[in-house]
Every structure is written in C-alpha cells, then in structure tokens.
C-alpha cells in the first residue's frame, strides 16, 4: 500500500490553496523548474511532489518530502492522477524510465497537449538553487534555517 493512498481530492485542493497562500509560486522559480511532473490547476502550474507532500500532511500529519514519496515525482504523478488531476511530465527526451508516465497514457490529454503551445519554463543555474526546504511549506530556507512563513 502505497503512502499517498490516505489522501483524497480534498486534500490536494487544500494543499494548492496552502501552497498558494505560502506564496509556493517563488518556489518554482527559485527551483527554475526542476520538477519533472507538473500539476495543472485552474491555468496554474505546481509542483507535483511538494502538493501531494503536502496533502499527506493533511491527511496524516505528517508532511513528505519528494525522497519520502515512494516512486519520487513519478509515484506523486501516479497519485494526483488517481485522484482526477492532470500532470503534465517535462521529463527530458530519452530519459530512461521503467514505466510511461501516467498522463501519456490516455489519448483526449495527449490531444490536448499537442494543441496548446508549448511555454518555455525559465531556468535557474543549480548554484542558485536552495539546498534547504522548510518541510511544512517547501519553501527556501533563509540561512538561519528558520522559515518566514512558518516559524
């Protein structure tokens, strides 16, 4: 049984008002897009990993990080799309993976992606990139390891 069977569609949409709220949208910039499995949300993209994370907070109390999740962003994916979301996966060309990912699989989302232009995601040299994520909000840490949004 997999971690994130305990969180439910309630869940995750508390999780992207949390994340919202937290101004979880400076995250993915900072991270200049490094999530390979991106959730769509009303015109918006999250990442995939830090939501469901956050979900299972929710629900059991306790937070995951994506390194928790098992299968990573993948198993997140896999998870979200469970629950009726649509993941988009930015996985580089020729990526080895040991399974498609779950969005390719049905051909009306395959459809769709094809129509829409594709957006550059901005990127972000990895030196640039914070080492430290509070793990309540996945939210950069300031050099005192405090979170400003948490603490």
């Given at each position: 049984?997999?971690?994130?069977?305990?969180?439910?569609?309630?869940?995750?949409?508390?999780?992207?008002?949390t994340w919202d709220?937290?101004?979880?949208?400076?995250?993915?910039?900072?991270?200049?897009?490094?999530?390979?499995?991106?959730?769509?949300?009303?015109?918006?993209?999250?990442?995939?990993?830090?939501?469901?994370?956050?979900?299972?907070?929710?629900?059991?109390?306790?937070?995951?990080?994506?390194?928790?999740?098992?299968?990573?962003?993948?198993?997140?994916?896999?998870?979200?799309?469970?629950?009726?979301?649509?993941?988009?996966?930015?996985?580089?060309?020729?990526?080895?993976?040991?399974?498609?990912?779950?969005?390719?699989?049905?051909?009306?989302?395959?459809?769709?992606?094809?129509?829409?232009?594709?957006?550059?995601?901005?990127?972000?040299?990895?030196?640039?990139?914070?080492?430290?994520?509070?793990?309540?909000?996945?939210?950069?840490?300031?050099?005192?390891?405090?979170?400003?949004?948490?603490?």
């Amino acid at each position: 049984m997999s971690l994130l069977n305990s969180i439910d569609r309630d869940h995750v949409l508390t999780a992207i008002e949390t994340w919202d709220t937290a101004g979880g949208g400076n995250y993915m910039l900072v991270r200049g897009g490094v999530s390979t499995h991106v959730l769509l949300h009303h015109g918006r993209e999250y990442d995939a990993a830090a939501i469901a994370g956050i979900a299972h907070g929710l629900a059991t109390g306790r937070t995951l990080t994506a390194a928790d999740i098992p299968g990573g962003s993948e198993g997140a994916s896999k998870a979200l799309t469970r629950l009726g979301f649509d993941i988009r996966d930015d996985s580089p060309p020729g990526a080895s993976k040991t399974r498609a990912p779950a969005t390719r699989a049905s051909a009306p989302r395959a459809s769709a992606r094809a129509s829409r232009p594709s957006t550059p995601r901005p990127r972000v040299a990895a030196s640039d990139r914070p080492d430290v994520l509070c793990p309540r909000c996945y939210i950069a840490l300031p050099a005192t390891g405090i979170c400003d949004q948490c603490d």
